[in-house]
């Protein structure tokens, strides 16, 4: 991935969806969640962020699993 690109998928990539079509990924070591919708400012992932936009290189902020380390989770959202 490029750096524009890069930089574009870490804003959201500009998809404008409902809430109820975002994700939930989890970490398979230590539980951590990473939800789509809010995506994790923290390490610069804007809200609305897909998972696969996601550098594959990230690492899990609580146990440092790595990315192929998650799952998806089965959510409901009202």
Same mark, same amino acid.
């Given at each position: 991935m490029?750096?524009?690109s890069?930089s574009?998928?870490?804003?959201?990539g &500009?998809r404008?969806? &409902?809430r109820a079509?975002?994700?939930?990924f989890?970490?398979?070591?230590?539980? +951590?969640e990473y939800?789509?919708?809010?995506?994790?400012?923290d390490? &610069?992932i804007a809200p609305?962020?897909?998972?696969?936009?996601i550098p /594959?290189?990230?690492?899990c902020? /609580?146990c440092?699993?790595?990315?192929?380390? +998650?799952?998806?989770?089965?959510?409901?959202r009202s």
């Amino acid at each position: 991935m490029n750096e524009a690109s890069r930089s574009d998928s870490m804003r959201g990539g &500009g998809r404008a969806t &409902g809430r109820a079509d975002y994700k939930l990924f989890q970490c398979i070591q230590c539980g +951590f969640e990473y939800d789509e919708a809010k995506g994790w400012p923290d390490d &610069g992932i804007a809200p609305g962020t897909r998972w696969d936009d996601i550098p /594959d290189d990230w690492t899990c902020p /609580d146990c440092g699993a790595a990315k192929a380390d +998650f799952y998806m989770v089965e959510i409901e959202r009202s």
